[in-house]
T-cell receptor
Framework: GAVVSQHPSWVICKSGTSVKIECRSLDFQATTMFWYRQFPKQSLMLMATSNEGSKATYEQGVEKDKFLINHASLTLSTLTVTSAHPEDSSFYIC???????????FGSGTRLTVV | QKEVEQDPGPLSVPEGAIVSLNCTYSNSAFQYFMWYRQYSRKGPELLMYTYSSGNKEDGRFTAQVDKSSKYISLFIRDSQPSDSATYLCAMSAGGSYIPTFGRGTSLIVHP
């Protein structure tokens, strides 16, 4: 079945630094990938839709200059949290649709802690 | 009112019990219904995917959709400790539409 790999699985960074999270579709091409944020005991909050070769579409309330998304190839999308602050600490998950799979395939998530 | 309502639990059951997980929704345009299982600190994995009303069975799991009541359920038979996870319902108006997720129900199956 379709596999989405997300890296790193966890990261700790200092306030003010930037962190890049990678999301790869391993065995299929994904023209569209999605980035979610999840707080403890809360649902997945869609942050943005990442389109290969074009600008990402951000959901209302999500700062596009803070959460930079790049989808340079059909198998890779990256999310960069710029000038991270403690309130950016969260669980970030990417997903993609394709590879013959119904529904959406999710990456394993990245737990970001900003200290 | 949120588009998708799901009781966060936790729901604690003994091993071997039948588990019933539910979601209600308000958008009558939803046609596709999904259940995801999410283990702690992992991404969600798709369990069941159904279209429109009716039942769908896969091993110990049965998904049920009642569009007239805007109510969906996931039943787990002979529950196991390994079923302990958070179960998220999701639904969309079309197969290519981005799904709307419930907040998830935490299930604990104790030996």
């Amino acid at each position: 079945g379709a596999v989405v790999s997300q890296h790193p699985s966890w990261v700790i960074c200092k306030s003010g630094t930037s962190v890049k999270i990678e999301c790869r579709s391993l065995d299929f091409q994904a023209t569209t990938m999605f980035w979610y944020r999840q707080f403890p005991k809360q649902s997945l909050m869609l942050m943005a839709t990442s389109n290969e070769g074009s600008k990402a579409t951000y959901e209302q309330g999500v700062e596009k200059d803070k959460f930079l998304i790049n989808h340079a190839s059909l198998t890779l999308s990256t999310l960069t949290v710029t000038s991270a602050h403690p309130e950016d600490s969260s669980f970030y998950i990417c997903s993609a649709r394709g590879g013959g799979q119904t529904g959406y395939t999710f990456g394993s998530g990245t737990r970001l802690t900003v200290v | 009112q949120k588009e998708v309502e799901q009781d966060p639990g936790p729901l604690s059951v003994p091993e071997g019990a039948i588990v019933s997980l539910n979601c209600t929704y308000s958008n009558s345009a939803f046609q596709y219904f999904m259940w995801y299982r999410q283990y702690s600190r992992k991404g969600p994995e798709l369990l069941m995917y159904t279209y429109s009303s009716g039942n769908k069975e896969d091993g110990r799991f049965t998904a049920q959709v009642d569009k007239s009541s805007k109510y969906i359920s996931l039943f787990i038979r002979d529950s196991q400790p390994s079923d302990s996870a958070t179960y998220l319902c999701a639904m969309s108006a079309g197969g290519s539409y981005i799904p709307t997720f419930g907040r998830g129900t935490s299930l604990i199956v104790h030996p």
